[in-house]
């Protein structure tokens, strides 16, 4: 009988063996998923949790209508509020293709650009049609009083724009054809916007799609107060919960936002985060203990001084090094002497040691970024591309710059040169450097430290020999058209070649932008070599974050001022964060 009883209890014990056996055995199909889940791992994204991100500005929130409050409304409402045109950051960032790293400010080339609120575009010379996304609905949760989460409209589009041209922030109607400028009108037909001009304008795309402050706001938003923090309804990823000035502000996530993204071949609704915090914090040694201590996860804008420490202190950390969207230049003026001769131009440009400026003020940055930033590789031309004679104002040669200036009728120097500065960050410091070296080749040479007010009179009025500036790079058609065409305010050295305004012009109305960026590239190149500016240095920045921020890649703008539209694609790694101990 015992033997019965153990002959049994042995059967049952290799059946039950089988059983778990084949119950851990997963079929091919599943067997596959796991192992694509296990490859996969931190690359499956998770929903919930708290992004804080950081750039520095001040205590100020301003209004919360981009129309008045500009900068930094534009920087705050792109949470909530959306372009009609963003760059395509999915496909072309570092975690794409890597052809473009959206560090560049202010500006995206339209080759990297996808809709947004406006899913696709057709382009002719006396109009822009914007084919408006279907789908997509204000979200207007917890703010019923003043509008309801209905679906975006043609018309909401078209009037948005209208109400943008007519602002102070594209110039008060300035870009109408009746004030001098390209826009006859601007109308819906359908579920299309349609944008009428007097001629093609290469830079529609910035001016209506992705700019400065034409971000679409509703009616209703204007109606009950746009500058209102209480008041702003968006279509973006996020919804506003608390703006404090001095202190945050916060966003939740819009749950019934339009856009989606794949990861690993899984489509997800987007955004992946709860919240969205943006702290103020004016002081920079407590912003730089916020990272280290993991208080913030993304800051834009840290100082390569903090660089080194950080990396030191925090090895986890990842970063990635950006060019400031402004150049230090030095304006000559270009119509009477002794700058009006191009050799002597030439000779004051090799005579500074730009190097030994952009490390003592900058430690890290470049001396060659503008009049067009690296980013923009369509129309860039390395420095080891340009012609000789060019290539050669970036070299420091006192000895050659005495000669020239002896070869261009001053073989005594020259005297009574003065530089306006605006007293403002490290301007007067920066121009001081430069005044050093000018006076070593016989330059003589002082710096006219001047408070802001009275260097924007004294700039006007005409009177200047040299003037620091900090001009642009991100958009060259923005660039040449406010520094070097005759007539134009921003023009401050009075530059007038007849050649490069009529090849400004073509670019201008060039509808191919491979076309374009040729043209681009030549006008670079002759505002380089005729030096009626001396490009000084560019400031370098470094974004820093941790590593549990997945599927963000130190990315700057999607459109204009807008650093946060990245943020909507990343998810927080909890455990991650957790095994690091925070």
């Given at each position: ?7 049994l209890?042995?059967s ?6 089988l ?31 708290s992004?804080s991100?950081?750039i520095s500005?001040g205590?100020?929130?301003g209004?919360a209508?981009?129309t008045?409050?500009?900068w930094?409304?534009?920087l ?9 045109i ?15 790293t959206?560090q560049i ?5 339209e080759?990297f ?12 010379r ?10 997509v ?9 003043v509008?309801e989460s209905?679906e975006?409209?043609?018309e909401d589009?078209a009037?948005?724009?209208n ?6 922030a ?8 009746e004030?001098g400028g390209w ?8 579920n ?6 007097d001629g ?12 400065y402050?034409?971000?679409i ?5 204007a109606e009950?107060?746009a ?13 506003i919960?608390?703006a ?6 916060t966003?939740e ?12 071949g899984?489509e ?9 915090v943006?702290?103020i ?6 912003q730089?203990a916020?990272?280290?201590t993991?208080k913030?996860?993304v ?11 950080l ?5 986890e ?5 950006w ?9 000559l003026?270009t119509?009477r002497?002794?700058?009006n001769?191009k050799e ?23 001396i060659?970024?503008w ?13 080891d ?5 060019t290539?050669?104002l ?5 000895d050659?710059?005495?000669q ?6 001053y ?12 007293i ?14 000018w006076t ?22 005409g009177e ?11 958009n060259?058609?923005?660039n040449f058209?406010?520094?070097m065409?005759?007539?134009v305010?921003?023009?401050?050295a ?25 043209i ?10 005729d ?5 000084i240095?560019v ?8 590593p549990?921020v ?9 459109s204009?001022?807008?650093?946060s ?11 991650l964060?957790?095994?690091m101990g925070?």
């Amino acid at each position: 009988m015992k033997k019965k009883i153990l002959w049994l209890m042995l059967s049952w014990l290799i059946v039950a063996a089988l059983v778990l056996a084949s119950c851990g055995e997963a079929a091919p199909g599943e067997q596959e998923e796991e192992e694509e889940e296990e490859e996969a791992g931190e690359d499956v994204p998770q929903y919930g949790g708290s992004i804080s991100n950081f750039i520095s500005w001040g205590t100020e929130i301003g209004s919360a209508d981009p129309t008045a409050g500009l900068w930094p409304t534009v920087l705050y409402t792109c949470p909530v509020l959306e372009h009609l045109i963003r760059g395509d950051f999915e496909k072309y960032s570092p975690g794409g293709t890597n052809e473009f790293t959206f560090q560049i400010e202010r500006d995206i080339p339209e080759e990297f650009c996808i809709g947004n609120l406006a899913e696709s575009w057709d382009v002719a010379r006396d109009s822009v049609t914007l084919h408006i996304r279907q789908g997509v609905y204000w979200a207007a949760e917890g703010k019923e009083d003043v509008m309801e989460s209905r679906e975006l409209t043609a018309e909401d589009v078209a009037w948005s724009l209208n109400r943008f041209f007519d602002s102070p922030a594209a110039g008060s109607g300035t870009r109408r054809t009746e004030n001098g400028g390209w826009v006859d009108s601007i109308y819906a037909e359908g579920n299309d916007v349609i944008v009428e001009t007097d001629g093609f304008n290469a830079n529609w795309l910035f001016d209506i799609g992705k700019g400065y402050a034409n971000l679409i706001t509703a009616p209703e938003v204007a109606e009950a107060g746009a500058d209102d923090w209480e008041n702003l309804v968006g279509t973006g990823p996020f919804m506003i919960k608390e703006a404090v000035v001095g202190s945050h502000l916060t966003y939740e996530r819009n749950p019934h936002y339009w856009d989606t993204t794949t990861i690993n071949g899984v489509e997800y609704e987007v955004p992946f985060v709860d919240e969205l915090v943006w702290p103020i914090i004016v002081d920079t040694s407590t912003q730089i203990a916020a990272v280290r201590t993991g208080k913030i996860d993304v800051h834009y804008s840290v100082h390569p001084e903090y660089k080194k420490t950080l990396s030191e202190t925090c090895p986890e950390l990842l970063f990635s090094t950006w060019p400031h969207c402004t150049m230090k230049c030095t304006s000559l003026r270009t119509d009477r002497p002794p700058f009006n001769n191009k050799e002597v131009r030439r000779a004051m440009m090799i005579a500074i040691d730009r190097e030994t400026i952009m490390k003592a003020m900058f430690g890290e940055g470049d001396i060659y970024g503008w009049p067009i930033a690296p980013a923009l590789t369509g129309s860039y031309t390395p420095r080891d591309e340009l012609p000789p004679e060019t290539q050669e104002l970036f070299e420091y040669n006192p000895d050659k710059a005495r000669q020239m200036l002896a070869d261009a009728g001053y073989p005594n120097g020259i005297t009574g040169v003065e530089i306006a500065v605006p007293i403002k960050e490290d301007h007067v410091e920066t121009q001081t450097m430069v005044a050093a070296y000018w006076t070593d080749i016989g330059v003589e040479t002082t710096v006219k430290p001047m408070e802001m007010a009275a260097f924007t009179a004294y700039s006007r009025s005409g009177e200047h020999d040299c003037l620091h500036l900090s001009p642009t790079n991100a958009n060259p058609l923005t660039n040449f058209s406010t520094t070097m065409l005759p007539g134009v305010p921003g023009n401050y050295a009075y530059y007038d070649n007849p050649y490069f305004t009529e090849l400004f012009n073509n670019a201008q109305q060039t509808v191919d932008p491979a076309e374009r960026d040729v043209i681009l590239k030549e006008l670079a190149v002759i505002e380089l070599d005729d030096v009626p500016y001396i490009p000084i240095a560019v400031e370098a920045f470094v974004t820093m974050w941790w590593p549990w921020v997945k599927n963000f890649y130190g990315g700057m703008e999607a459109s204009a001022w807008n650093p946060s539209g990245f943020l909507a694609y990343a998810w927080i790694d909890q455990d991650l964060k957790e095994d690091m101990g925070f």
